[in-house]
């Protein structure tokens, strides 16, 4: 399999323990002191951290460290959108449209190399 595909499998798996690690304890631990929310979170991010580091090891033998940056991005904006509206109900704005929009851009931009064949 290609790294690159191996390196956005694993981000985009990254992404799901991130976003719960970060995002999940505003629901359910809500109860709970911040400090039981935090180790909670530390004990999730660990498996997140699992899958980054060798995502990122291995798409940096294929792609330079900006370009592994902005496709987290837009991994990150792809995993939180879907998680705070379904998980957290939170409505969905069109901002979310905005900010994938210059994501978009963003991917254009650090891309550009590749798809002029240079």
């Known amino acids: 399999m290609h790294p690159v595909v191996i390196s956005i499998s694993l981000l985009l798996c990254s992404n799901v323990f ?4 970060w995002y999940a304890h505003l629901k359910e631990l809500s109860h709970k002191p911040w400090l039981i ?15 980054q580091v060798p995502a990122n090891r291995i798409g940096y033998t294929a792609l330079n460290v900006g370009q592994l ?5 837009v991994i990150t904006l792809t ?8 998980y957290l109900k939170e409505p ?13 851009g963003a ?5 550009r190399g590749e798809l002029q064949g240079s």
């Open 18 to 21: 991130m976003t719960f690690a």
């Open 37 to 51: 929310a935090a180790l909670v979170s530390w004990g999730v991010a660990l498996f997140e951290y699992l899958l």
């Open 69 to 73: 940056k902005i496709i987290q991005e």
């Open 92 to 104: 969905l704005k069109l901002d979310y449209l905005w900010a994938g929009l210059c994501l978009v």
């Open 79 to 86: 995993v939180f959108v879907p998680f705070s509206v379904l």
């Open 107 to 111: 991917v254009f931009f650090m891309f």
